[in-house]
């Protein structure tokens, strides 16, 4: 079943100020002033502000009086909505192949055939805040069955992330607020004049006295809050995304009817991509049924491509999760992620360069969801320092790994600690116990010594850790280090770790 997520933007307003702005102290205090006529007001506060007691809608001058060292900003709705685009098209290009934007302060996306690839919704969900706070921008990330109940979610519940269980919909909104329902202002006041609170009050009144007096508008929000009618999310379109698109007189639902058109868009698209010397990395395929509701197939590639028969393979290895229930009307390829490709020269020979190129595979392996990555040099003498995780097909790093001394094949997230029995401050150990193991030691080689990196952090000023590489008598090999030099105790805690294990 297709879910939705709302991302709210609390502070978007201050937010695209700080980041026009990176010489504003993190904790200095904005709050954005509106105008309406002679009267300035605070239209947005950010955390800081609000702290000291600024509230939206409080006059600017008492906002002034209250905190002297507020930073009053003009308020820019065009900027404002410009950077929601902005946002909002980074994360169709992340996330998912429907996205939107829900003005003024939020996105919201359907998440179906996107959580999956990243683990489940918790840890999309957890990811999404992650990166949005590294973006330095505040965020509250809400995923419901609709796009109102995960709208109101955001807003209401002061969480970072909010995760409505399927088919609880009723009463995760049953004590929000009315405003969150999404009515035209004027409704929502008279409800309120009317005494009607929170939502649960007004899904519970009969339905005819309400729409005789507000208009079929009320009933529509509250039935797409609660799935009872359809609320398609249009996802966002620029001048700048390649798209074509077939549409058709008659609904199409065969499986190899759909993979003949998929192929004929492939055509089209790489066509238009040849035009403008791009190849693609990430292709979204929508497919909109005859009852108003899309499905989205994302394909990305390891590097831009533009070769027809292995984009039509990518979609085509995936069409048979399109659900076409009454039909399908229109399908439609979007590039979302493009960038230069040029022309390849074909070398004039007679005997063809053996050339291995293993980024089909790992397109086949990224589309369904694996992590694909490459280890790459860190200048560092660190060990866990001296490794980071690469794009696949990223080019050769400059750096280097020092080859003085062998590494181990598969060096461990964290070092486990281990008792040794050894002499100090130069002996390998006789023995150890790791993981409740006694292993007897038949050969040592070391030590290797490698100190802290004291201009990172000043407890690394004196660090020191000695590492042998030792094997057991049951032919096991190890990579195992002391903390400290065996000697001063400022230089470590003289404590074992296993590091590393050798082929």
């Given at each position: ?338 960038e230069p490709l040029d022309a390849l020269q074909t070398a004039s020979a007679l005997v063809e360069d053996e050339v291995t190129d293993v980024t089909p595979l790992i397109d086949v392996f990224g589309n369904r969801g694996q992590r694909v990555y490459r280890i790459g040099p860190v200048a560092s003498d660190v060990p866990e320092r001296s490794v980071q995780r690469i794009a696949a097909v990223a080019a050769v790093a400059d750096d280097t790994w020092a080859l003085h001394w062998p590494r181990p094949v598969r060096l461990l997230a964290r070092p486990d600690r281990i008792d040794a029995i050894a002499l100090m401050p130069d002996y390998p150990p006789a023995s150890i116990v790791w993981r409740g193991r006694r292993i007897k030691v038949k050969r040592a080689d070391g030590p290797e010594r490698v100190f802290g990196e004291w201009w990172r952090r000043d407890a690394e000023l004196e660090a ?40």
């Amino acid at each position: 079943m297709p879910r939705v997520v709302s991302i709210y933007l609390p502070n978007l307003a201050t937010d695209r100020i700080r980041r026009a702005d990176p010489s504003i102290p993190v904790e200095q205090a904005i709050a954005v002033i509106a105008r309406s006529g002679a009267k300035r007001w605070v239209s947005a506060v950010d955390a800081a502000a609000k702290k000291s007691g600024v509230r939206v809608g409080m006059p600017a001058a008492k906002a002034q009086a209250i905190f002297q060292g507020l930073i009053l900003a003009d308020a820019d709705p065009v900027a404002d909505a410009a950077a929601l685009e902005r946002i909002t098209l980074w994360a169709l290009g992340q996330y998912s192949p429907i996205v939107a934007m829900d003005a003024p302060d939020g996105i919201v996306m359907d998440t179906e055939g996107a959580d999956h690839l990243q683990g489940g919704e918790l840890p999309m969900l957890t990811g999404i805040a992650n990166r949005f706070r590294a973006k330095k921008l505040s965020a509250r990330v809400a995923i419901a069955d609709t796009w109102g109940a995960a709208h109101a979610c955001a807003r209401a519940i002061r969480r970072e992330i909010v995760i409505v269980p399927v088919g609880e919909t009723v009463r995760a909104v049953d004590s929000l607020p009315l405003s969150l329902l999404r009515l035209p202002p004027k409704i929502a006041s008279d409800l309120r004049t009317l005494g009607f609170r929170t939502i649960g009050e007004l899904a519970a009144k009969p339905r005819a006295p309400l729409a005789l007096r507000f208009g079929p508008e009320l009933g529509r929000r509250l039935d797409q809050m609660f799935g009872r009618m359809a609320e398609p999310i249009d996802p966002i379109r620029t001048p700048d995304l390649i798209e074509v698109s077939r549409a058709f007189a008659e609904p199409i639902g065969a499986a190899e009817t759909i993979d003949k058109y998929v192929g004929r868009l492939v055509k089209e698209l790489v066509t238009e991509l040849q035009r403008k010397g791009l190849g693609v990395r990430r292709t979204d395929l929508l497919v909109e049924k005859v009852d108003g509701t899309r499905q989205a197939i994302r394909a990305g590639t390891a590097k831009p491509a533009r070769d027809i028969a292995w984009l039509a393979k990518l979609f085509r290895d995936r069409t048979e999760k399109i659900e076409p229930g009454y039909g399908i009307e229109k399908l439609t390829l979007v590039a979302v992620m493009t960038e230069p490709l040029d022309a390849l020269q074909t070398a004039s020979a007679l005997v063809e360069d053996e050339v291995t190129d293993v980024t089909p595979l790992i397109d086949v392996f990224g589309n369904r969801g694996q992590r694909v990555y490459r280890i790459g040099p860190v200048a560092s003498d660190v060990p866990e320092r001296s490794v980071q995780r690469i794009a696949a097909v990223a080019a050769v790093a400059d750096d280097t790994w020092a080859l003085h001394w062998p590494r181990p094949v598969r060096l461990l997230a964290r070092p486990d600690r281990i008792d040794a029995i050894a002499l100090m401050p130069d002996y390998p150990p006789a023995s150890i116990v790791w993981r409740g193991r006694r292993i007897k030691v038949k050969r040592a080689d070391g030590p290797e010594r490698v100190f802290g990196e004291w201009w990172r952090r000043d407890a690394e000023l004196e660090a020191v850790r000695d590492y042998f590489v030792i094997e057991g008598e049951g032919g096991e090999r190890l990579w195992i280090f002391r903390q400290g030099d065996g000697v001063d105790p400022e230089t470590g805690s003289h404590r074992w770790f296993v590091h590393g294990i050798f082929a």
